[in-house]
């Protein structure tokens, strides 16, 4: 073996530091064309049909499945919009008030399968549900706790239906953007290792025009400490509001329940909301499911506002953009907004697309003016 001396040693390792140097610290683009590297598209799933089971499985299948997020032992929550619950009177499901609960069920089932070892579906409500969770019972709607039954029943105990305000006894708290500073969090839904987000195709009444999977998280919130309906947290500015709860419970999934909706003032009937059995629209209910929150709430969006004006010159944006908290996720990171940079599977919007009456006492809050 050769024996380097003391002046060989010293200028092979300069040159070799020189080598290492020249091809790992300074960027490729010093040694020709960039590469340019473009993010990942978020992927977007809508399907139509009149199984609503049957379409919620395949709308989870072509983004993945559940398996991308769920791993063996989690602990799950899922967060219906569960705003009336069956309590005013009338089926909330055909109403187009909460998710038809084959969504909300067919969702905990895979979750389970996927090797999910708690599943909790809860919400913060100030009336007791230990009845009515999610529709009444009979040929006007189907009850979500029959549905959760059967799937103990088939797979043990595992899946549960909570009130929060009666199973909450401390919180985590998470930052806020706003003068709150920080926001209180439930710990079952704090400390679960997956969050999702399962709300209806909605238009909602003044300062949000349509209320999907991200606003849909302020049913959780303590009105212990926010007021009943949350007053604090509108005084305080709902729209940052709704991107701080994001950021702070970090929701992996959203799937949009389109078997029935509503359109015009929302949120209800009390609200003098209209409803929308999408079927008679379409041929077919709807669910539209995605992982990253910001896109899948967009799409939906999309879906539902074919018509409305005025638009971003950029329709890339489009309607989206003029939905604050949308476009406050997008700029604040938390997920996609552009079409552009949005997979849709299944559906195509052209082939569904709709323009559902838009909130008479809204208008696009704070409107950017045109992009």
Known sequence: MKKFTRRELLKTSLGLAASVVSTQVFPPYLHGQPEIIQPQLSKVAITKGSDIRKITEEALNLIGGVKQVVKPGHKVFIKPNYISGGLMGH????????????????????????????????????????????????????????????????????????????????????????????????????????????????????????????KNFVGIMPSVLYGEPRMKLHEAGIHQIVVDIAKGIKPRLTIVSGAYGMEGEGVSLFLEGTSVDVSQRLGGGLVVAGFDPVATDATATRVITKNWQPRPKDEDLGVPWYIKHLRMGFQQGLGEIRQSRIKVEGYSLEEIAMSWQMPENNTYPELPGHV
């Open 91 to 214: 089926d909330p499901v055909t109403a187009g008030e909460i998710p038809h609960p084959e969504v909300v069920a067919t969702v905990a089932r895979e979750c389970v399968k996927a090797g999910a070892k708690q599943v909790i579906i809860g919400e913060w409500i100030e009336r007791p549900l230990a009845v009515e969770w999610g529709g009444k019972s009979g040929k006007s709607g189907a009850q979500v706790k029959t549905l959760v039954d059967f799937i103990n029943k088939k797979f043990g105990q595992k899946v549960s239906l909570v009130n929060l305000r009666e199973y909450t006894s401390s919180f985590l708290y998470v930052p806020s953007q706003t003068k709150l500073q920080w926001l209180a969090i439930p710990k079952l839904v704090a400390e679960a290792d997956l969050v999702v987000s399962v709300p209806v195709f909605k238009t909602h009444h003044r300062p949000i025009p349509v209320t999907l999977g991200m």
